[in-house]
């Protein structure tokens, strides 16, 4: 029983939605609060039986709960395994020691390997607030990191969560470094490679600062939240799969770090390696084809920046036990026409069906990409690997694995584009000189990409192409009347997105 | 009234205490969060009348909140001016345009003027969430900020709030860097300089990372939270004061980053002068004495560290037009007996009082300052400022002008050290060779301080004295018996505070 003299409290459920973050709710004259000095915004430890988390306490002076009453965000009650009516205790933080690291690195002093280990053991356990991961993500930007700190945190974050084991020898793996709208090669790829007979249990993040990750464009077609077990399943039966990573915890911290990564509009080349090979070395990947796109507005600007990343992800494949080769690609204007979840799936159809109006540039990107890994893994001669792939397309036994893929993760079903629509027309006439594609990815998420997969763009006019004014350059997609309004709020504030010229 | 067409809700109060951070709660089901896309933890704002704030938006499944109603966090309804049952609305955020230079900075590019400017200025407004408040923190961190950024974080930081003038040609102000347990003196120097006949209308703050700031300190003896009109008429009757800096908004961005700093335990060289010099313009300043304090658990550690921060100081008053003097002290040992608000302050009356008992480091350290001030003011000779300071002391007229300005600050009141006493005996016998200031500085933190005023440290083993097993070393003092076991804990977690050696 809840007692004045005892700092245990009866937890009760009210319904608070918070996010990723746990929040207890305590009132202000609570026993507990007064005995242990809580005030609001004291982080604490949350103990019920053997499962205990760490939440932000946010005090309450009303009457919406009783004393000795307690109220938890719903992730709190998932955390800690909680119902309401179960008793808890709450008592003081221990200092978080590993966040010294941190500070010391603020201050210039380089991470090592046991430093990196406890700071990610620490996030992983839920130890850190959101302004301690925004201060680890902010020292860890930039060029900050070395290739020596970049090889211990893939090491410390590959040791984070689970791992997967296959019989095979060889699995393979790719995975675009993004920043490109509608560079969506990974489900024209996976079923190319597992037709081939290839295993490639394939794991896709969510966008982090775009307007879609792949697991967002996948999942408008089939469901992508699979288990362990599941993924596990789908590979042995087809040889490949397209599988959220978050669900299935191969690299749970990463997602922790991803959400702050997320509000900040930041993600830094030392932690992207990091994440990128994590997952793949998690997966249990052998061979991992990397795709680098490069233009002005992609995420990679330039060459020299490509071959530096190119030197830091085969550095740390090497040290962690992995082979990786790196294409580098044209990264100068969105592939394919959509952007957004849904809008690029229809792009992916296209494809995999052999349509004539289908993509030529993310199919060949596609084919590119497959045909390098059928060379990696040795079921084709250097240079041969294109022509191989591109045979598999075409035969369509991609596009029926793919279904085969599908159905063996919980159906397929076609994607939908949002029915509220703006077009944007051209001006003036003239050529297509440049695209801003940081713009057009900002416009595609303020009309609700990723967040409503039918939102997005689809492009019309690409680099070189003859526009007439008045002909349509882009269409805009939306589910609420308020995001298309901030969409084009934003649109006509920004300047040109498509650049026109005199021919 | 709130209508189903519209983003138009109404406020219910449940008094909920969030700290510095707005919270608005609205229901999952609620039109607004249908129609404008909001999810759990959306950074929104909210609109009443002319008022806007940014709030994070927690989602509620539950009925605690009725359809077209919404809650706000306490703060909320300050910020917003707003009461129970008002309409508001809310909306998406603009992005804010200033945080891609903080991004930038990440990357390695330096701040211009300009950019600091806005970062502050949306700061000031509240517009930053306290993650993205982290990462400038960060960024700003260790030896990342030149001259040239100091100068502009400070001019910036100036501009962010209100300024006092004054008819007096010469205003002088001192502050000390910090990190030395006990170092107190302005109380003492303060009543001094005025009762000398200067113009000292001192702010300072509260504790950053340390267990008490000065402003904690007085607190204990006389009100500190003065409005600006309250300080002007005291130091117009008295010549000086002794106020809470943050309480009239001299430089109130410096409240909301060292909110965050203080969460991180970063406080940085730069972002440090910037927030000392700007409330000293602020304050209407012309002539700024700093103490600076090294020794190898103190703030500053070296010798070298003090001349760099003693540049740094001159050139930014240079570039502000104020006249700056820097004492370089030692470091090596707490300062008084006291460590903690009313601990502190019971040796501040003491020195005031010339008690036989009265602690001479503190009292030497203040009437140094004074003095030295004295000689910058052109009311001493070069050399001759300590004596006249300390004739000033000796003769009760500090004192009576220390009770002076209390009375007009709003009355005096003895401070009073907590009931819960945990005294600190030798192991062994010997000599203290040496005192780990930072670890006495999280013991008394851990005890309490300084959120209980009477919590904190009485140390007895000055640097030199011999001390007999046994024998006290110092008194640990607490509200609470959660937070006495917590410092307890960690005391005997954290190996030698004093190290004692065989004579």
Redesign the interface.
């Known amino acids: 029983m809840p007692d004045s003299n005892s700092?245990i409290l009866r937890l009760r459920?009210?319904?608070?939605?918070?996010?990723?973050?746990n929040?207890v709710?305590m009132r202000?004259d609570c026993q507990v609060c007064?005995?242990?000095?809580f005030?609001?915004?004291t982080r604490v430890s949350v103990n019920h039986g053997s499962h205990h988390i760490i939440a932000t306490l946010?005090?309450?002076?009303?009457d919406?709960i009783q004393p000795g009453e307690a109220v938890l965000?719903?992730e709190g009650f998932r955390h800690l395994h909680a119902q309401e009516g179960d008793l808890i205790t709450v008592?003081?933080l221990r200092?978080i020691l590993s966040?010294s690291e941190v500070?010391a690195k603020?201050?210039?002093r380089k991470f090592n390997e046991e430093a990196i280990q406890r700071i990610i053991a620490d996030i992983t356990q839920g130890l850190y607030?959101?302004?301690?991961?925004?201060?680890f993500?902010?020292?860890c930007?930039?060029?900050n990191l070395g290739l020596d700190e970049v090889i211990y945190l893939t090491r410390a974050m590959i040791e984070s969560g689970s791992r997967l084991q296959w019989k095979e020898k060889m699995v393979v793996d790719k995975h675009c470094v993004g920043g490109l709208p509608g560079n969506r090669t990974t489900p024209i790829v996976v079923p190319i490679l597992a037709a081939a007979g290839l295993t490639i249990p394939k794991t896709s993040s969510r966008a982090i600062t775009s307007p879609a990750g792949t697991a967002d464009v996948i999942e408008t077609m089939t469901p992508v939240d699979l288990t362990l077990e599941q993924i596990k399943e789908v590979v042995k039966k087809e040889g490949g799969c397209m599988a959220w990573g978050g669900a299935v915890k191969l690299s749970p911290v990463d997602d922790i770090i991803i959400s702050?990564e997320k509000?900040?509009?930041?993600d830094?080349a030392g932690q992207m390696i990091a994440s990128v090979l994590s997952k793949k070395a998690a997966a249990g990947s052998t061979h991992t084809v990397i795709d680098i796109p490069v233009g002005q507005t992609a995420k990679v600007r330039s060459k020299e920046e490509a071959f530096l990343l190119e030197y830091y992800f085969r550095a740390v494949g090497l040290a962690i036990g992995m082979e990786v080769e790196v294409l580098i690609t044209d990264g100068t204007q969105p592939v394919g026409k959509g952007i957004g979840p849904a809008l690029e799936a229809l792009d992916v159809l296209s494809v995999l069906r052999n349509e004539a109006a289908a993509p030529t540039d993310l199919r060949d990107r596609a084919v590119q990409l497959a045909g390098l890994t059928l060379e990696v893994a040795g079921l084709a001669p250097k240079g041969a690997g294109f022509e191989k792939a591109m045979g598999i397309l075409q035969s369509g036994a991609a596009l029926e694995k793919f279904y085969r893929i599908c159905a063996a993760q919980g159906g397929f079903q076609e994607p939908v584009a949002s029915p509220l629509q703006h077009e944007v027309v051209a001006m003036s006439s003239g050529v297509v000189r440049s695209i801003d594609n940081r713009k057009l990815a900002?416009v595609a998420k303020l009309a609700?990409a990723p967040?409503?997969p039918g939102a997005g763009i689809r492009f019309q006019a690409p680099l070189g192409r003859y526009v007439k004014k008045g002909e349509l350059l882009f269409t805009i997609y939306s589910?609420?009347?308020?995001?298309l309004s901030?969409a084009l709020n934003?649109l006509h504030s920004s300047g040109h997105i498509v650049e026109l010229v005199s021919p």
């Open positions: 700092n459920r009210l319904g608070i939605d918070t996010h990723t973050e929040i709710f202000a007064r005995s242990e000095g005030t609001a915004n946010n005090v309450i002076t009303s919406i965000s719903e008592t003081h200092p966040f500070r603020m201050f210039g607030s959101k302004i301690e991961i925004a201060a993500v902010t020292v930007s930039g060029d702050v509000a900040l509009d930041v830094s900002k609700g967040k409503s589910e609420s009347q308020g995001e901030y934003y």
